[in-house]
């Protein structure tokens, strides 16, 4: 684990900022008040290991371990700690499993999951429940009473404001497309969901002509050049992650055309519009969430980790370096 940051390192570590809403139980920007026992251990199951904004929650996990020790003032064997795990593919349900049932059998005090397939997982959380081991959910959510607390976005409100720059980018007409991320994974779902509702009840001259996931048959590039191919006048395309915003703007960025595109997560490559989540302190507010549900504290059921939406006018600026990850 990392050892415990000076007060000097502390200054330069992320600040953490998330939503606080009326009426919350706890502040998940602060490790203040949480006790555990020494030698106590949080486990993470991400959906990847490889993409930037899992990096970035890991990032922000190991500073909520790193001051949870410096508050209980845990050195040596005593400090608590944490293992942070994830598939090499993001669409591997199956692997991911085997590995949640690795951990569950470790009896961490508490487990992070974010989950790939939410049909796959009920077999775990039901095994997490049995053995003592509160879950709390993390960027995915589940349809379950067996979890502890959500850590997340709304993504079906994001989706509806990706609708809205999306429309507004094209002048609220014409041809668009959406192409998703895992068809079963529940922040996909719901952000199609949110974007598809909102074009239909208040864009009337928005079609959607298409929708096209990930995990289908054709890789994104094939599929979104088939897209072009079909839809010769497509004039925008909504995308649901990091992972396919780049995908889809490297074919775009190949062709002479005019479609904009508006999509999610933070990448160095730059669109119409990215709505960025704060993978930094969603990382940090799954730990102050699972320490508390180890130590017998009661959490909130939704924890909001907010987003911010990105254009060319903000997307240097030095107020929304944490959404750049």
């Not at 606080?20 to 920007?29: C, F, I, L, P, V």
């Not at 064997?77 to 199956?94: L, P, Y």
């Not at 096209?212 to 191919?229: H, K, T």
């Amino acid at each position: 684990t990392t050892p415990t940051p000076t007060a000097t390192e502390t200054k330069e570590r992320i600040q953490v900022s998330i939503p606080q809403k009326e009426g919350m139980q706890a502040d998940y920007t602060s490790v203040e008040g949480i006790q555990l026992a020494p030698g106590s251990y949080l486990a993470v199951v991400a959906k990847d290991m490889d993409t930037d904004y899992w990096k970035a929650v890991k990032v922000g996990a190991q500073q909520a371990i790193d001051e949870l020790n410096a508050a209980l003032n845990y050195t040596g064997e005593d400090k608590i700690t944490m293992t942070f795990e994830g598939t090499a593919d993001s669409s591997d349900a199956e692997e991911q499993s085997n590995t949640i049932d690795l951990v569950i059998s470790e009896n961490p005090g508490a487990l992070c999951l974010g989950i790939i397939d939410m049909q796959t997982c009920k077999t775990q959380l039901e095994m997490a429940a049995e053995n003592g081991i509160p879950v709390i959910i993390v960027d995915s959510g589940v349809d379950s009473d067996l979890i502890n607390s959500f850590c997340g976005i709304d993504n079906r409100a994001a989706g509806a404001e990706a609708a809205r720059k999306l429309c507004e980018a094209i002048g609220d007409a014409g041809e668009i497309a959406i192409v998703a991320h895992e068809s079963t994974t529940q922040t996909s779902i719901e952000r199609v969901e949110g974007f598809s509702e909102e074009i239909a009840q208040n864009h009337p001259n928005v079609t959607i002509v298409q929708t096209g996931y990930s995990d289908g048959e054709q890789e994104i590039s094939a599929m979104v050049e088939g897209m072009m191919q079909q839809y010769p006048q497509l004039k925008g395309v909504f995308c649901t992650n990091q992972q396919v915003s780049n995908e889809t703007l490297a074919v775009l960025e190949t062709k002479e055309t005019a479609i904009k595109m508006v999509g999610f997560d933070y990448s160095e490559e730059q669109a119409e519009a990215i709505a960025s989540q704060n993978p930094y302190s969603l990382g940090y507010a799954m730990i102050v969430a699972a320490a508390r549900a180890a130590a017998g504290m009661t959490n909130d059921a939704f924890v909001d980790a907010g987003y911010q939406w990105m254009d060319q006018t903000n997307i240097s600026s030095e107020e929304l370096a944490i959404y750049r990850y």
